[in-house]
């Protein structure tokens, strides 16, 4: 049973898609040019003014913006509307110095509402649901925003937010809770202290949930889906941008729909500004097409993905990005491609069956970049025969380079040989003199 | 009745085999036989022990990768072509041997050796019907 919130929009047909965004576009473009002065002097910059973007192939022609401008624009430089026009703030916790802070119009927290009311729908969400929102309510904007979600669905919200895990528990089992929220770390916490009560999935009715807001890996949902009984689907947003419910994974479970109505996706090259074509991996930026308070162009997320070439059997036409690997600070570039640590964790954690102990050793021969994965034996993979340990590396060796394109020497070492610093290992020794 | 053999995973590095040794050795757990086998990068230290399980341990606590094998020790008659005949029929009969060496301490006049196959039940049990001593547990810890 396939089931959608805004079966009109989500499966709207690509041209009439794209000429909504064609609309909004140049809506939003003139928008910022006429409200916002820091856009206007960007544009002005590049000989543009709002007439000059007229289709999506236009789109390169302007500026980034990036979370620096945000800050250097703090709080409300960025803002398209007055103060008064704005019911609602939140800010996203700035890890050094300022936070960013982001603003909605009435009519910015009904689009959220109708986004997260779709990614809701995906992971099973009806108006007979109980929605336990384990997310974090206040500045952060993972509660609220599938809070709002849940009620334009109709159906009835938990708002528990985070903490009291037990106390939560004790709700999910009487309250009956149908869909549960939060991030993939806290519902594998959950699990866990379920276990320890001596409570099974099966005295619970989860039937499937929302997780994002962190890395989310598969290995992470077929432990949450096995331990807490429901189909877990991956949520991805950023509160620049809107908040939750940007893009969401449909029960085909192969990569996540970016609601493009709103939102207008590019993956491009880090290094270069470049953009790139589907089945690319790259930074992702946001243009909203939809935004009022805090109108953003070619946004730069700094998390890095591919759009998904071909169409979802879910029967969306919204364009998917895959599951992300990494953030642009982690990429390397070896011999001009672009790698990220978490590619290669994920084929070792696959042939390992195990976390994987692993370092990656950047080295520059001559003029050549070479690529050196040492990985730790571990009792899961380790065979008395040297015809079995030189299988393993070859097959380790085989799989890293199908997955990046680039030749890697892999080299077999022993437990704890790489080095572990506050329990999170180094990953990356770069010896290249860059 | 097959025999435990402990495999040790060894990065290609001075000293590495001393400490496994010297760890055993220092809970009095004594060394029957050992091979080693090596590649450019790393290498598989296997050893028959007197105490395997207690090998295992140790050797793991002090961070080794570490894995107990089934192998089958088998005496080898001590005349011209006796390993050779025993090689001979275990490939006819179609026992793979993965890999083999031989024990420090010769048992009487005949020599004893540790053959690593796909199925040792299957290979015991040939071996015997041909009249081949096999090694039992107990008999090989406390050579
Ligand atoms: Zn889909």
């Known amino acids: 049973m396939t089931l959608y919130w805004n079966e009109k929009c989500e499966c709207m047909p690509r041209s009439e898609l794209r000429a909504l965004q064609e609309e909004r576009l140049r809506n939003t473009v003139s928008r910022v040019y006429y409200e916002v002065p820091f856009y206007r002097r960007a544009l002005q910059e590049r000989g543009l003014g709002p007439n000059d973007i007229q289709t999506l192939e236009d789109l390169v022609k302007l500026p980034f913006t990036t979370k620096n401008d945000l800050r250097d624009n703090y709080p409300y430089g960025l803002f398209a509307v007055p103060l008064s026009e704005v019911v609602r703030l939140h800010a996203s916790s700035g890890t050094t110095g300022k936070p960013t802070v982001v603003g909605y119009t009435r009519q910015d927290l009904d689009v959220w509402a109708e986004v997260m009311a779709r990614a809701l729908t995906c992971c099973g969400a009806t108006k007979q649901s109980m929605i336990h929102n384990a997310y974090g309510y206040g500045l952060f904007t993972g509660g609220l925003g599938v809070h709002y979600g849940a009620e334009r669905i109709g159906a009835s919200v938990i708002p528990v937010s985070g903490g009291h895990t037990k106390r939560q528990i004790m709700i999910m089992k009487d309250f009956g809770s149908t869909i549960l929220t939060c991030t993939p770390s806290y519902a594998l916490y959950l699990a866990e202290v379920m276990e320890e009560m001596g409570i099974s999935k099966d005295d619970l009715k989860l039937k499937g949930g929302l997780f994002g807001a962190e890395p989310f890996s598969l290995k992470m949902r077929d432990q949450i889906e096995r331990r807490l009984g429901l189909m877990a689907l991956d949520i991805y947003g950023l509160s620049e941008i809107i908040g939750p419910g940007v893009a969401v994974e449909c029960p085909v479970k192969d990569g996540l729909h970016i609601w493009e109505d709103h939102f207008l996706a590019e993956i491009i090259d880090p290094e270069t500004g470049e953009q790139l074509p589907p089945g690319t991996y790259g930074e992702l930026v946001i243009t909203t097409l939809t935004k009022q308070a805090l109108p953003l162009i070619r946004y730069r997320t700094r998390d890095i993905t591919m759009i998904q070439p071909g169409d979802c059997p879910c029967g969306r036409t919204h364009q998917k990005i895959a599951r992300f690997v990494g953030r642009t600070d982690d990429m390397l570039v070896i011999r001009g491609v672009n790698v990220f640590p978490s590619q290669i964790e994920e084929v070792l954690l696959r042939i390992n069956q195990t976390e994987p102990h692993y370092l990656i050793i950047v080295e520059r021969r001559g003029q050549l970049d070479e690529l050196e994965v040492w990985v730790e034996v571990s009792e899961h993979v380790f065979t008395d025969a040297v015809r079995g340990l030189e299988h393993l590396e070859g097959q380790i060796r085989r799989e890293i380079e199908e997955v990046l394109g680039i030749s890697v020497k892999v080299k077999l070492v022993e437990p704890k040989t790489i080095e572990r610093s506050e329990g999170k290992a180094k990953r990356v020794i770069d010896r290249r003199q860059l | ?143």
Do not use: W
């Not at chain 2, 060894?10 to 760890?23: P, S």
């Not at chain 2, 001590?78 to 050779?84: C, E, N, Q, T, V």
């Open chain 2, 1 to 143: 009745m097959p025999v435990k053999q402990i495999s040790v995973f060894l990065e290609n590095k001075c000293g590495r085999l001393a400490d496994v040794t010297r760890a055993i050795g220092n809970h009095g757990i004594n060394i029957r036989a050992f091979s080693i086998a090596d590649t450019a990068d790393f290498g598989i230290l296997r050893l028959i022990v007197n105490r395997p399980e207690d090998a295992y341990d140790v050797l793991r606590k002090e961070g080794f990768t570490v894995s107990l094998t089934d192998v089958i020790a088998v005496q080898i008659p001590d005349r011209p072509g006796g390993l050779a005949d025993i090689l001979t029929l275990m490939q006819e009969a179609g026992v793979n041997i993965e890999y083999m060496y031989a024990f420090v301490e010769k048992v009487s006049q005949d020599a004893l050796a540790v053959f690593r196959v796909e199925n040792p039940k299957i290979a015991i049990k040939l071996l015997e019907e041909k009249g081949l001593k096999i090694f039992s547990e107990e008999e090989v810890y406390n050579l």
